[in-house]
């Protein structure tokens, strides 16, 4: 924390705000210029600046931020790469997570994963447990669900990756899924947070609506705290006072979390717009930008989903936008998918 | 739903946007004007306005808002006057929730106690679970300082009213408290949600830093709709672009809450400012505005709380600020507390 | 400036910074800690922090804001009080502008007038040339209606405010207004802030939709630097997501410019709400803030209304939220127009 | 505009809502549902639905957007294409435009066109007026800076894009300029807009920082009304609540522009997040997107530029990217300077 004082401070309120420091555990360093005096003030200790700055002839506290340890690259300096199975998040591969909304029923679940196989996607996608914002929406099939998506998964060798609402609801899902996905809402659920430091699958934390990059990584750091070290972070839009769309991508995130930590980044283009007619635009976008993977949303019939149908690409959309990231991906020395089953299949 | 086409938006286009509306089982209402057609889509039913806003023709689709019922004026005209003892609150009085932000000890929570009720506050506040957005702060005195709180309200015939964080805390919670809590971050867990429509104590439920007001009596719609019927809305500000104030306390969401639903709204000052310096003004416009109560933190000794002490008032600071909101009440036809304790207590 | 290197930068990286720093013009103050090197520089120079945060080894930089001078409390502790004629703005009173959103007609601006000089304004508000976004609205009528303004002003003993939207309309409004107004677009129009520096007038300065309280004051900075000290800032509601009001009224602002600033500063509760129905409520909540004035809309017949009626208040409604802010002022030691014509006029 | 009524509305209350409707010139339809009414109001004819709004009996109204005309794909379906010369914008090929933030000196403006020149850049960006928002910063070298940058776009083979700030400046710039450019802060000047409407140059129209995109496209249909139709769209970033980027560059106004309009999009990462080390990775994900363009800041010094210069990309920066979006552009089916005079000077 470094203070600064007023111009016209007096001598015994500079010696006030030091004593307080000191107080408070810190190391302090005392500039004393023309103008005024500034005070830096050092140490593992943590205080709230606020204290300070409501201090006689105190003009501003300046935060040292990074309130985040095991998140940030001064702590890990090289990429973090998370391995399931054969796949690996935070490569030179750029990962593809693709599948519906939620699972609605076993045709559904099975078409959506053979489509996206065909296309590269290389981890399976989808629902059981639906937080809604009515009361009075579809919900989710619960374990039911799970029970048909890692059977559509294990059929086409794809992971599983698949949302954790609450603490209550980690050890059934931790049974059929390889990643736990985080959502929006629950980015500063703390006893979650908690509670999926102590699992052994990798994590997917989606950025809060409004959180800050640096609340974020905070998020990240109550489950990296726990002891699991393999999470990735999501971004999927802030909210803004645009309402074209219904959230604003902000893409520029994918470069700033790359500067300031070694965790992975993915990018939900679907949530992130809300339309099916924007997701190939801002996926382009993601992967030119640097991100490590994307989460699309891809359903066989979307007009008549239990929910988000109007976010869902059509297969056919779907292949085109992962030929066209082919094409992107080299551009800044990555790849995706070279050599997907679908080519394959067609040559047979 | 209303569908407005564009103008130059074919017969089939129309047909086959109806077609679908149908399908969704909405009844239809159609105008064709010399410039283009609009179609209006009535019914109990709720669909995804984006599925029509991708069909071929549409120029956009309207909704139709209030997605909520139970929380409405359209539902209940009348306003909800909420009755805790003898403390009513959405009534004639505006009602003050004063103390520390967590308790710490019981030294603390008496002292704290004994200054807000002096000054003319009806409910105490203090928390026992503490959500902090870093993994390494305070984490509050779990039971055990429900137990100093709750004793400290007997012996001041104060209410008391706590933070529930998560179903699992609610039953503990519930044998101390008198009013529950949910926090801004919380606005939108709705498991917890669902399960506080089934206390049998009042919830106040705190505006998320990000949440339309809309959202937010959507939220309100959970617990009402599990048959819990005394929820109080708690503004306690937004995440905007200015960055002096921690948070901007929205003051025009009370005329506007008050428009759209019959129940009350309490405005916290302390959390939608972050510093002690501005509350009082703040709590002075809230009441100006028309709210039915104030949740103020106060704390004898802030430089030492444990947490949030800069935006913890002093006594002496809370007892100006009950003097001002006195003067302030009347000119809405309000009054808050006419005899404190204060002032009898002095005279003995 | 306060330059805060990483925990591992290289001595190396230290003197580069440092190097720069001096090149800028800079005097170093250089603290070395345990963790980490903070390197303090002062001086009159300004600098792009933005340059330092580039080099190698440099965690952040932290900026000592502050970039205006002539408007801060540093710069002059003591509040700025405002004289036109005889009335006083940054004083005991709270001074009411009232009037019509644009003159449109001498019935209608001499109604108006009547009507808010009856319950105690003090200045007239009304616009001659009209900022409208879109080419096809109604544009004002000009110097026609600075004449209609001014009539009805004289007749009523009001002083007049009116905007001036480019430098070329300066001495055209100066012969018939007694106060400039700047309109929200035009807060960082640094041609026309120039020009007005050089003007005899007092200016109100709005604050642009999403501009920062640092950059509102810095806007105010460019009229004080050409030496017009007559600046008086005016709050009018900043863009956030929340879209059911038009704007957000950051009622917050009013304490912090009054902790950052000497310049007086006004509330506009019509364009910060738009709706009628809300007006009177974010009246209260400004005066019991602690605002120096209001400025209000008020139209005898705004259904009719050329521009802006649906946040037009009726003269009767006016009347009553005068009634109410006389009860309301006292509570922070201020009073509005205790004696007003209307009562006299009455008692004839 | 579609007026919803309340579920309780009486008879009346509709019938005064029509009549209100009638008077304002629209053509009716009313829809009787069994649960409420819903009126349809058409007609050439535009009014506040505010005024309607506040009537009684009314839910809400809801307003059909685009107030703009000439701008929109309603009006006119095909992509405009601006040719200058043998530059064409908004075809197939992107365009990307670049250079120093302000003219400097000779050799700065010389070297900084035969560097851009060399990387594939088809327009040469240089200001000779500045807008800075504060008094105390260098404001421009005027005329004098516009031949210096004529001189080396001549030079070069390159086209001229600089910076109006006021009317006043027209005709000068008009003298050297090949396009004209309007600064965010300006989006809403309107007697600068009309102006440029008469214009024979093609002008680049940045978005206002909190401007939505119906209000950039309407500021867009002034300088068209105006009889210009020449007329790009830049988007440039917003503010948001994230404060680490200096703005959020909103990519997905891309799609979204070109969905609502006919007119090129160009997009500027430089002002986009203020940060020369965040440039190349917007740059990519603005065409991969699908910009028409970029507009870039480049300095052969940037440390010692005298305005802007941490956003300003070094030469080898800005050749490394376009040599990234020429692997990127043909994912979209389009091109960029395929044939650099770069690569054929250093077959020489």
Known sequence: MVVVMQERATGEQVERVIAQLVEMGFDIHRSTGAL????????????????????????????????????SRTFKPENTVITVGDVRIGGDEVIVMAGPCSAESAEQVEAAAAAVKRAGAKVLRGGAYKPRSSPYSFQGLGEEGLQLLRGAADRHNLKLISEVMESGQISTIERYADILQVGARNMQNYTLLRDLGKSRLPVMLKRGISATIEEWLLSAEYILAGGNMNVMLCERGIRTFESYTRNTLDISAIPVVQHLSHLPIIVDPSHGTGRRDKVASMARAAVAAGADGLIIEVHCDPDHAMSDGAQSMYPAQFDRVMAELRIIAPAIGRSICLEPVARRGWSR
């Open 36 to 71: 005024r005096t500034v005070i830096g003030a050092v140490g593992r200790t943590s205080a709230d600046p606020r204290l300070i700055e409501l201090l006689d002839g105190v003009h501003e506290v300046l935060r040292i931020t990074e309130p985040y340890k095991l998140a």
